[in-house]
């Protein structure tokens, strides 16, 4: 009797033990369960997108063919429409007059420099002034980058490390210079406003001209882009600036030139310039270009509905052109060549 109640005994030890066991069995069996579930579900999305049409390639397609009388098409219409854009793009082109100043000789720097301009034939207004830097390059990554947003902006910054290696007023050759306000002297430890070497190389020559002694009026307004003017703002502390962040011919030339010896427009005269008209020039030369022994000049010159001069894109067009008409008399011709030898094999 002993034994078989020590066996039941025993028995319902085993069985409660057995249950304690398979409780956190079954909890981690059900936490299994819906982690493969959620991955069963996540694997038919994949599986989804893996076989769909666009995945395969198994999208309705257009797979032309060509054929001989396709390619002569193709060809003839993009050598016409080549041909005339070329036609028209050189006609104008060369309707742009414009006549150039070499200047580079004018010495000492800081004194007023009097040149003169023939005008050969007759530019019709309006007439842009552009200034030219032969040799000089505007383009170098660490050059455009050596300036500050946020103090172009007319914040007051703390992190001048963008403007290096032109930070301070000393860096900047403005060391004891008047501040914009007309009395206070920059201080050499001071940071300048504007620092970096974009600022820093400036160009700050300046122009005045006259015909029969008469003054002839420049417009020096609305020279920039308008996202330029929206951008700079004036800065507050005007005993510590020495360029005015808002000066157009300073918003011109902090937008760089993506090629070497820049172009930049100084201004615009709204009249005609007649053929045989003498201009007298006299230039404030303030700007040095015998640091990297390159040239300055001023340009005269209108623009038509297409820009400026541009004989080389006009060209471009004409060549494109008429090798694709080539083209199209050419492949018609070799086709006909291989027909025959296919016949004759």
Known sequence: MHSNNDNNLNHQEAASKTNLQDQPKLKRIKTR?????????????????????????RLPAWRPVPTILSIIIVFSVFGIVFLVLGIVLLVYSNKVKSVELDYTDCDPLGVPCDRQINIVEKIEGPVFVYYQLIGFFQNSRRYVKSKNIEQLQGNEISDTEDCSPAITNKDMGKGGSTALDGTSTLKDEDVAIPCGLMAKTFFNDAYTFKINEKELPVDETD???????????????????????????????????????????????????????TIDVKIENNYDV??????????LSNATKFGG?????????????????????????GYKFQQEKEKNA
């Not at 015998?290 to 340009?299: E, F, N, R, S, T």
């Open 33 to 57: 369960t819906t982690i493969v579930e959620h991955r069963e579900d996540e694997d038919l999305v994949y599986e989804k997108i893996k076989n769909s049409r666009f995945k395969q390639q």
């Open 223 to 277: 020279i920039t882009f308008e996202k330029d003017r929206d951008l700079f703002k004036k800065n507050s502390s005007l005993d510590k600036q020495w360029m005015d962040l808002t000066d157009e011919h300073f918003l011109v030339w902090m937008r760089p030139s993506g090629l070497p010896n820049p172009k930049k427009l100084w201004g615009r005269i709204e009249q005609d310039l007649e053929s045989g008209t």
């Open 309 to 333: 001069k541009n004989k080389f894109l006009s060209i471009s067009y004409i060549v494109v052109g008429a090798l694709s008409l080539i083209s199209a008399i050419v492949f018609p011709i």
């Open 290 to 299: 015998g640091i990297y022994k390159g040239k300055k000049k001023i340009i």
